[in-house]
């Protein structure tokens, strides 16, 4: 990480890995309506008719056929398509939807049993603020599309879902949707039946969790590397030059009856006597899904005097190959309790970056912000997908940053608490700082709403599972 000037924000700071059961699932709200209770009717319409297109553009509408409401988080809609090259990968956008493009979901999977028309399918899902569907009630418009990565030419044609004369909204059974995982709609291509438990999504496309509550006994247990912790010790940036990161100021303890981690910076207003933390995942093996961690700000030191100007963070990273390389990526969340990086004092930033040239800096990326204290424990989610990478903060939505900053290779999770420079104070008094971390969470290529991030943790520790990782290496 190299130190931001003025004006360029960020570093550090995504954080979760997730882990799912059928404990947590009990424990997520139940739906309003069953499958038994009725059903659902999708209705299609194209946006690009022509055989060819430089983008897909299926719109939906759902409507309730039951007697009961529906929520519409526990329902997905599969659109299915041949891809054009074994290899080639497909984005996800919404253009425009009655109940909000922050709504929408889109993944893409593989089916197990591929055919002739189709061999892919896009899955659309809601989060909980699209709602509930009332009885005989439909969503209105949504309007969605995707594209090749590399902008080639679409052939729709042999498209299993696609319907090049369907230029007005009417029911199309070459969709499927589930209600609460059952089939109430459409018929899939042949031996791809979505709630067939050998669909290769479930779990495989996605879904696999990663989740950790930090309940070791110090930096040294062996459960901390054996569950594919580093706790960093080499030299280099970002923050003071000449300082160390130092495994031995990474501890664990007791808080609110909950284990949590600890991670202290230090200083005695030299480089040398500069201690910084930094904790990470070894694999860098997570890209789309959900990162969530409860992270503990501070304000001011735990001893000392106060005016460093200290980032404490959660982020996801990859390694920059080259200045400006293009498939760079890094999520953060950093707090900057005394400001910096030309900021009189705190602020919150949540940062998405494409790209960087550390000499002379250059850098490309999107942030948002809040100038205010953080000081005390919150709860941090960063969902990536197709369309958009989107930051909360206590369950509130922070910022919605572009699908021009999407990752395009997977990235680590890591922690870190770290001094930007010693200009803050100049004091030769020793100080040190506090930042700390109940537990993180991500799970693969599955966007979950922030309730459903507290859900799964809740059954996690109710349960008594403190780790799990089922997330495949890249």
Not at 10 to 38: E, F, H, I, M, Y
């Amino acid at each position: 990480m190299s130190t931001r000037p003025t004006g360029l924000r960020a570093r550090s700071a995504l954080a979760l890995s997730a882990l799912l059961g059928s404990a947590a699932l009990a424990a997520l709200p139940t739906v309003t309506a069953s499958a038994a209770d009725g059903g659902l009717v999708v209705q299609y319409r194209t946006g690009a008719g022509g055989a060819t297109a430089d983008q897909s553009e299926p719109w939906f509408k759902v409507r309730n056929t039951g007697s009961a409401p529906v929520q519409l988080s526990q329902v997905r809609i599969r659109y299915y398509f041949k891809a054009d090259a074994p290899g080639a990968a497909y984005r996800f956008a919404c253009s425009w939807a009655v109940r909000g493009c922050s709504a929408v979901t889109g993944t893409f999977g593989t089916l197990s049993s591929p055919t002739a028309t189709a061999d892919r399918y896009l899955e659309i899902g809601f989060t909980s603020s699209a709602g509930t569907l009332a009885p005989g009630g439909d969503t209105g418009d949504i309007q969605l599309r995707f594209h090749q990565s590399t902008w080639q030419t679409l052939d729709q044609s042999d498209d299993y879902s696609f319907g090049g004369a369907q230029t007005s909204y009417a029911d199309w059974n070459k969709v499927t949707a589930q209600l609460a995982g059952t089939t109430v709609w459409g018929t899939a291509p042949a031996g791809n039946d979505p709630t067939d438990p050998t669909d290769p999504t479930d779990p495989p496309g996605g879904g696999q969790t990663l989740f950790d509550d930090f309940t070791y006994t110090s930096h040294t247990d062996p459960a901390l590397s054996a569950h594919g912790w580093n706790v960093r010790s080499n030299s280099g940036g970002p923050g003071v030059p000449g300082a160390t990161w130092d495994p031995s100021k990474v501890t664990f303890t007791t808080e609110g009856g909950s284990r949590v981690m600890n991670l202290e910076t230090s200083t005695a207003g030299t480089g040398e006597s500069t201690r910084h933390t930094e904790v990470l995942t070894k694999d860098m093996k997570f890209r789309n899904g959900t990162y969530a961690a409860r992270v503990k700000f501070s304000d001011a030191p735990k001893s000392g005097p106060d005016g460093d100007r200290v980032v404490q963070t959660f982020f996801t990273i990859n390694d920059l190959k080259a200045p400006m390389a293009d498939d760079y990526a890094e999520y953060d969340f950093e707090y900057l309790p005394n400001g910096g990086w030309g900021e009189p004092s705190n602020i919150l930033y949540t940062t998405s970056w494409e790209t960087y040239n550390p000499d002379p800096w250059q850098a490309v990326n999107q942030h948002s912000e809040s100038r205010r204290s953080f000081a005390g424990w919150h709860d941090l989610v960063v969902t990536i997908d197709d369309s958009a990478i989107t930051y909360y903060v206590d369950g509130q939505l922070f910022g919605t940053h572009d699908a021009r900053y999407l990752p395009e290779r997977p990235m680590s999770i890591n922690f870190n608490q770290w001094l930007i420079d010693l200009a803050g104070q100049t004091s030769t008094a020793p100080r040190a700082y506090d930042q700390r971390v109940d537990y993180v969470l991500h799970v693969k290529d599955r966007v979950l709403t922030p309730a459903q991030v507290a859900a799964k943790v809740a059954a996690y520790r109710s349960a008594g599972t403190s780790f799990v990782d089922e997330v495949p290496s890249s």
